[in-house]
């Protein structure tokens, strides 16, 4: 195979030329977040599709127009990535997979618009949507598919195909990026109703039909290359074996690269981001993809390869991940010039390139005037990475010293930050040092039981929430009004000391045993932290999609962390003021707090995480003297940074749960300290959560009707446990014997001493309707299950 030199169209069998710069996604959502702000006019009734369509349009054609401004120029360098939602549901709803439920949304045609697509993704009524979950080891969540022994594939979308025109009629030849056959399907489930070992790879052969349709209508509209992205190929902690997923790539990109470049598929370049290829190497060298696109920045260049494997990746372009699509540092160009050079003795081309898609980093630092020009010289986000990725792309062309001007900045840059003030405080690493395990350790288990009940005087199933409360409008309007000085500070606080208030008013009105002050000063559960620990910095718009519409500014950590002032401990004791009961202190916890910011890459994780586990063990203890009684560590985030690797599994788990232990184990033995987890599945990290040694864990499971509970029976979990009894992620209202059904299925599995009543999360994203009414129902539920338990019921 020759891969060409120039940019012609191509002809049968020769490989049109692969750009030598390019990125592997850049983001959806817009610099002002205007595919949010479309989406939710579209949703809520105010616009029309044509009208969400044109803002998509205006999006993608600005998208084009500032990446060939920043550099990527070659054809197929820009990617045609847009989604109106997730990239996984795009993939399902092309390749037909649209479940059963939702056939009468579906045209005769397969096509399925915009409001039926909407549905599928968010559910509507008693429809429920895909389930939503973690996309690898980010914040980002994609919706998982489900693919039955009967699903039928076909093409049912020319979403992507009429993206390909209308980027080539404007000029630019892109690169349609799809998520690839092997990870589509390792990351779907069955279908309800599927026999037992039944796998959705199993399907596969079933599948690749269409994606070669798919390919044959991409090569017509114009592509010369096409991106297959597969993670699924860098990670052994899929439900399927590593081995079983090199052997579905086999036979996969044996069927996508059986007929020749040219008119029936563009070249293929499959990507492999978020790690490093292993088991997988070998079937991905031998296969006919034309390009690979492997992650340098979480794995390394190829070494140690067999002479079958050298020999296939040598009739390939490598492109070089070489800049970090997932965090937000400024990359050191003198190293990945190095790992480009070592790439290129390895390949038939080689390109520069992002390591993953960017959509997990803001668009540009443009819009990030007010930060400290220091910091912001260490910072690259999308924009300046492609203008790094086109940097790297010209060195590869032109030699080094073509860009040795950019090169020795970005050295510069990096010394800078190595001895900026802030990054490194003496006093904070001495008392990272000086920590032992005794700090990381409370007293026993039965002393602390007995003091809690003691000092709390709790009913049987005792009732709470997760902490948020809804946040309204007008909090969001108070707080932007605070953010641009139009409000003042007394002003906004009072708001604020009001709707806690509220709150706090309307629990006990409910009946609810465990209050909690409703977070509503939060902007965010981390972003609010950050903004009163030092180390870290703030954006004003660096927002990142977290699923469909939704979005986060996550914060950047950048130097040692320290808490100059007590964060929470006003709010709380306002709250705890207004009511008998006792009032929940409500932290984030530090591997929560890490997982949702941009982290400093120049410190190992578990230093940060002890240095944000002391910040908040003084945040207990000052939430203690205030007269706190309770304080939950929320740390839903525990298992999304598990490592993609099992390998690193033992380690991950020890700093973690050290970190989470650091911060709560000051606490005195009437204290109970509470976490909560949500967001994932958490059976394989059970242990871990037993390890936290909180005195109660509230816990997602209504949407999996408790399945939870069985894996802490197994694993001999004996502490205090609220597995959520109401699914928050949907406004629908659960009836009370539903909350009931869910609680005789918990008292099942769970001691009823230890059993708590709660929902499965912050109820930040419901409205006040369906959040009183729902909690209505479960303090119901609640009281029927207590005199079943022949408990005295509180009046
Ligand atoms: C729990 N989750 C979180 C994750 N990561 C976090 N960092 N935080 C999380 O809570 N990861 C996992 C999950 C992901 N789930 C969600 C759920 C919900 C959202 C969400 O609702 N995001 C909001 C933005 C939230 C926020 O930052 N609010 C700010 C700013 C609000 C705003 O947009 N203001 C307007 C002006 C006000 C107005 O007129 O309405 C503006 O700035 O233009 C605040 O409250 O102050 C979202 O809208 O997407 C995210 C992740
Ligand atoms: N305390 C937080 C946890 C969300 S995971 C909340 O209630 O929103
Ligand atoms: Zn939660």
New binding site residues.
Partial sequence: MTISQGTPAPTAGTIPAFPTATILGYPRIGPRREL?RALESFWAGRTTAAELEAVAADLRATTRARLGALGLTGNSAVPAAFSFYDQVLDAAVTVGAVPERFAHLVASDGTLDLAGYSTVARGAGALAPLEMTKWFDT?YHYLVPEIGPATAFRLASDRLVAEVAESVASGVVPRPVVVGPVTFLALSKAADGAPDGYEPLDRLDDLLPVYVALLERLAAAGAQWVQLDEPALVTDTLRTAPDALAAAASRAYAVLTAAPVGAQRPAILLAAPYGELRESLPAVALSGVEAVALDLVEGSVPSGLTDEVRAGLAAKVLVGGVVDGHNVWRADLAAAVERLDALRALGAGVAASSSTSLFHVPHTLDDEGHLDAGLRSWLAFADEKVAEVAVLGRALVSGTDAVAAEVEAASAALAARAVAVGVRVDAVRERTAAVTDADRRRGDVAERREAQAERLRLPALPTTTIGSFP?T?EI??A??AHAKGELATDAYEAAMRAEIERVVRLQEELGLDVLVHGEAER?????YFAELLDGFAVTENGWVQ??G??????SLLWGDVSRPAPMTVGWASYAQSLSDKPVKGMLTGPVTIMA?SFVRDDVAKQEVADQLGLALRDEVADLEAAGIAVVQVDE?ALRELLPLRREAHADYLAWSVGSFRLATAGAAPSTQVHTHLC?SEFGEVIGAIDALDADVTSIEAARSRMEVLGELEAAGFSRGVGPGVWDIHSPRVPSAEEISELLALALGSVDPSLLWVNPDCGLK?RGYAETEASLRNLVEATREARATLGAPVPA
């Fill in positions: 949010k914040n946040q409008v969001r309007k707080r932007a902007n965010d559960m981390v972003q977290s699923y519409s939704r979005c986060t500014r996550p949702w839903p967001y994203t």
